[in-house]
């Protein structure tokens, strides 16, 4: 006798008309026992439909909507069932944050992604039923996954910089190689090799640019890829990075210590 799968009653948060259909058509081929009781395309609209109905079995949460960030409905609402990331950011952010409890989808989504989702939420279901304790751990990776992901979001992503007269130039971060310090003053270099003056401390600017992007090699240098010209193996296992800015002559050293995640960051995307 064969049993017919329960079905599983999911809400699907996105406002992509394309991503929507492309994530119903996989839902139907890989898990067709999957009910969508909704899909709800803003932040307003979600929190308005868990206010009034029953807790869905799963929910796939698209990071970005049309009102702002889907991170901004935690504030408001607790959603309980698991949930499954649908995402637009790379591969390095996604391994920063994966945990067991729920995954993350790069968009464009394919069947193998659905697949795998499928898999680990079954693992977890099957933790459950056999009564081990659920999971405090699995709720605390949850949080700090979203705190995490919330300070991704509030990355600088531009900005504005004063220029001779009353101008502002307006910048964005992959227009820039580096931040440096000289004569207790900060100054950005743009790829095109131009140089200015900056407001913010070196501290102030690690803080809140993205680490992906930008390495912290000493106290005076904050840089991007590619500023790095070429990397000289130094003394005592430090490396010496060499600038393609020409007018930064002086070596930048990275100590020891910090060689092997100076390494790592070069390496990921």
Known sequence: MNDKPSVMKTVIIEDEKAAVRNLTSLLNEVKPEVEIIAILDSINSTIEWFGIHPMPELVFMDIHLADGSAFEIFNHINITCPIIFTTAYDEYALRAFKVNSIDYLLKPIGKEDIEHAFNKLEGLQDVIDKHHPPLPQQENELLKLIHSLKKQENYKSHFLIPTKGDKLLPVSVDMIQLFYIKDCQVKVVLTDGTEYCFSQTLDELTDCLNPSLFFRANRQYLISRE???????????????????????????????????????????
């Not at 010496?240 to 092997?260: D, F, G, M, Q």
């Open 227 to 269: 500023a790095i010209k070429d990397i000289d193996l130094w003394f005592n296992s430090r490396l010496s990075i060499n600038l393609r800015y020409s007018r930064i002559k002086e070596k930048i050293l990275v100590s020891k210590a910090r060689v092997a995640e100076f390494k790592e960051w070069f390496s990921r995307r």
